[in-house]
């Protein structure tokens, strides 16, 4: 069985950095894609990062390249979000989820119903 965790989540003033951790269990990278999601109020879930098995490359939602950084601990079962920089509009729920089928990272930042399982999501919020 498949399960996700994420944490970490908090109120943190704008230009601060946050760090969410999602604990997995019954998968890993190699069995395909995990990802961040997040969503605000009002608004679809969109993408945030991916790293999938497909090419191994991280993709980014241009929204918060360079300030956000994806990672993942194999050892700990875990996968990071390093989040710097913050700003108001990047507060949302944050969800971690994954898939098994290893479409590219790109794909899954488009299309968030595609992901087979997700973990319950973690509040950030920034305040400006």
């Known amino acids: 069985e498949v399960q996700l965790q994420a944490s970490g989540g908090g109120l943190v003033q704008a230009g601060g950095s946050l760090t969410l951790s999602c604990v997995v269990s019954g998968f890993t990278v190699d069995d395909g894609a995990i990802a961040w999601f997040r969503q605000a109020p009002g608004k679809e879930r969109e993408g945030v990062s991916c790293i999938s098995k497909n090419d191994g490359a991280t993709y980014y939602a241009d929204s918060v390249k360079g300030r956000f950084t994806m990672s993942s601990d194999n050892a700990k079962n875990t996968v990071y979000l390093q989040m710097n920089n913050l700003k108001p509009e990047d507060t949302a729920v944050y969800y971690c989820?994954?898939?098994?089928?290893?479409?590219?990272?790109?794909?899954?930042?488009?299309?968030?119903?595609?992901?087979?399982?997700w973990g319950k999501g973690t509040q950030v919020t920034v305040s400006s």
């Open positions: 989820a994954a898939d098994r089928t290893y479409y590219s990272g790109f794909y899954y930042l488009q299309r968030p119903s595609v992901m087979d399982y």
